[in-house]
């Protein structure tokens, strides 16, 4: 993978020393200490895990937070648990991932025209942080999302991610009212700062193996996201 550019890289260093939130620090380190048995054998990254993809993208995922061992095992967002393999074999699929798997950090995997992040960076326990804790977080997306100016389309994955951008807007002096913009999956909008907010239900083992979310819902997103970076040029 390619060096990032060196302001981005200075942030990636920044979240990943990031000890702000007691509670999250020691449930995350709990985690790495006591793991699954599945993978009693691995080394757990348990530290508040980094953005990453392609700095020039125009399509930004937006996460809630790392799962307790999936990310936090492997230091990379939606990699090695049940939401990234419903995840990457529609990004691959869609042209925005080199490959349709995500197992270990280190697997070759690369982003193209796409940029994968969160509101929250440390696992959570019951994975709900804290609202304090999402602010303590802010600070970490707002940076973020000015060095990646070329953004045209945000997929919020969930609501609190959702919400999320909503309030990251109103932070940088983007005044909208959120009573005008409901979540549900598929819901589409046209945000006063020229990007589009496309919603989708969270690629949770809760929502994929109930069928509420569905990889034909889940493609769709991505093709309207496709559609929509191209009108854009």
């Not at 889940?218 to 309207?224: E, L, P, V, Y």
């Amino acid at each position: 993978m390619k060096a990032l550019p060196k302001k981005l890289a200075l942030l990636e260093q920044e979240v990943i020393a990031c000890r702000r939130c007691t509670r999250l620090v020691e449930h995350r380190e709990e985690i790495g200490r006591e793991k699954r048995r599945a993978y009693a054998d691995c080394e757990y990254w348990a530290r508040p895990v980094p953005g990453f993809g392609d700095p020039h993208a125009r399509v930004l995922l937006l996460g809630l937070a790392p799962g307790a061992h999936g990310s936090n095992r492997t230091g990379r967002m939606f990699t090695g648990d049940s939401s990234g393999r419903f995840l990457y074999p529609a990004l691959y699929k869609a042209g925005f991932a080199s490959q349709p798997e995500a197992e270990v950090k280190d697997d070759g995997l690369t982003l193209a025209d796409c940029w994968i992040t969160a509101v929250g960076r440390c696992a959570p326990p019951d994975n709900k942080p804290s609202t304090e804790e999402l602010a303590n977080c802010s600070q970490f997306l707002d940076r973020e999302l000015a060095l990646l100016s070329d953004v045209r389309a945000v997929i919020a994955l969930g609501k609190v991610a959702f919400d999320g951008y909503l309030a990251h807007l109103n932070r940088i002096g983007i005044a909208i009212r959120k009573a005008d913009y409901k979540f549900a999956h598929g819901a589409e909008y046209a945000l006063p700062n020229g990007i589009t907010l496309l919603a989708s239900y969270h690629p949770s083992n809760q929502n994929t193996a109930t069928g509420k979310l569905t990889k034909a819902m889940f493609a769709a997103i991505f093709q309207r996201a496709k559609e929509l970076i191209a009108r854009q040029g």
